[in-house]
Each structure stands twice: as structure tokens, then as C-alpha cells.
């Protein structure tokens, strides 16, 4: 009974041949630490950045998207005692000084009075410890992360370049991955 269990489960989820579940890529070279740093908030702390994924998509309306999950340990705690900040930075490279951004979404809702409220989304998070899957999880839902590579059917944006960084993801947060969180990472 139990080889036919563990058969069946390697079926439902093949594995590539070095154990990766996902492609495993560094960024590009150009890509500063220090230029991600200043996009995020505390930029001023010395703390390493580290990118765990990324991406880069080309949207076919005429220009590329470079995106990254980073996490900074911050050096110095803020006054809640948060030393983490995950964040969705992104920037486009084809630009003449391409410069990295924290992922924000604006809108506006109407009190009961008629009054606009604009409400903004700020694509990072401070936690108090390495962040987890479900701050990780949270932050890419809010800041729709997937919606990214939906389209309509004739400009489907297209994943050019891309892959998870299994040694941050070692280095920051002391484990792998966790499974289904980027698709689109897929190891083939």
C-alpha cells in the first residue's frame, strides 16, 4: 500500500532533476543591490538586499518589464522592532536610466457623502522575523503579481527571462521556496 502512495504522489508532482521546483536563475548582472535598496523603503539602512525572484516581460505594447521579489534584513529594527521589509520592486530596462520602483496601486472610493477618498497599496511589508510564506503569499495577491501575464488573447504579455534564487532564498529565510508560488517559474 505505501509504495503505490508514494508512487502516485511523485506522479501528481514531478520534480526536475536537481530537486528544483522552479527555474533557477540569477538576475541580471546590471541589477545593483544598491539601486534595488534605494527603492525601498528604510533605504538609508545598511542591511543586505537580497532578490528571491524575478522576472522580465515583455508586455507586446511596446516595452519590457523587469520585476523582482526582494527582502532586506534591515540593520537597525524600526521602533516596532520589524528587522525584515519584503518587497515588489519594479522597473522597465529598456528606458534610457531605468530606475527600480516599490509596486503601488491607487484608487479611489466615494464616502457615503460624496467625498473621493484616494487610497493607495504600497507593494512591501516590515515583519519582525523572516518573512513567511503567507506574508509572501499576501504581498503578491495584494499587488497582483500574477495579473502581470494576462491579457487579451492577441497581446498575451509573454515571460522572457526569469527564475527563483534558491541561495537568498538560503542566505534571508533559511529554507527553499515554497511550492505553487510562482508559476510561471515552472522548472520545465
Given at each position: 500500500?505505501?509504495?503505490?502512495?508514494?508512487?502516485?504522489?511523485?506522479?501528481?508532482?514531478?520534480?526536475?532533476?536537481?530537486?528544483?521546483?522552479?527555474?533557477?536563475?540569477?538576475?541580471?548582472?546590471?541589477?545593483?543591490?544598491?539601486?534595488?535598496?534605494?527603492?525601498?523603503?528604510?533605504?538609508?539602512?545598511?542591511?543586505?538586499?537580497?532578490?528571491?525572484?524575478?522576472?522580465?516581460?515583455?508586455?507586446?505594447?511596446?516595452?519590457?518589464?523587469?520585476?523582482?521579489?526582494?527582502?532586506?534584513?534591515?540593520?537597525?529594527?524600526?521602533?516596532?522592532?520589524?528587522?525584515?521589509?519584503?518587497?515588489?520592486?519594479?522597473?522597465?530596462?529598456?528606458?534610457?536610466?531605468?530606475?527600480?520602483r516599490c509596486a503601488e496601486i491607487s484608487g479611489t472610493r466615494f464616502r457615503p457623502n460624496g467625498v473621493p477618498e484616494i487610497h493607495f497599496l504600497y507593494g512591501f511589508t516590515f515583519t519582525v522575523r523572516p518573512p513567511t510564506d503567507a506574508?509572501?503569499?499576501?504581498?503578491?495577491?495584494?499587488?497582483?503579481?500574477?495579473?502581470?501575464?494576462?491579457?487579451?488573447?492577441?497581446?498575451?504579455?509573454?515571460?522572457?527571462?526569469?527564475?527563483?534564487?534558491?541561495?537568498?532564498?538560503?542566505?534571508?529565510?533559511?529554507?527553499?521556496?515554497?511550492?505553487?508560488?510562482?508559476?510561471?517559474?515552472?522548472?520545465?
Open positions: 500500500m505505501f509504495p503505490l502512495l508514494s508512487l502516485t504522489v511523485a506522479l501528481a508532482a514531478p520534480v526536475p532533476k536537481d530537486g528544483r521546483e522552479y527555474r533557477s536563475a540569477d538576475p541580471p548582472k546590471e541589477w545593483k543591490p544598491a539601486e534595488l535598496a534605494a527603492a525601498l523603503p528604510r533605504r538609508a539602512d545598511a542591511g543586505p538586499v537580497r532578490v528571491l525572484a524575478w522576472e522580465e516581460i515583455d508586455t507586446r505594447r511596446g516595452f519590457v518589464i523587469a520585476r523582482a521579489l526582494v527582502v532586506k534584513e534591515l540593520k537597525e529594527p524600526t521602533d516596532a522592532g520589524e528587522r525584515f521589509v519584503l518587497a515588489y520592486l519594479y522597473r522597465h530596462p529598456k528606458e534610457a536610466k531605468p530606475e527600480w506574508d509572501m503569499a499576501d504581498l503578491l495577491k495584494r499587488m497582483a503579481w500574477a495579473d502581470a501575464l494576462t491579457g487579451d488573447t492577441d497581446r498575451t504579455p509573454e515571460l522572457t527571462a526569469g527564475g527563483v534564487v534558491y541561495a537568498n532564498w538560503k542566505a534571508a529565510l533559511g529554507r527553499n521556496p515554497p511550492r505553487a508560488m510562482f508559476p510561471e517559474l515552472k522548472a520545465k
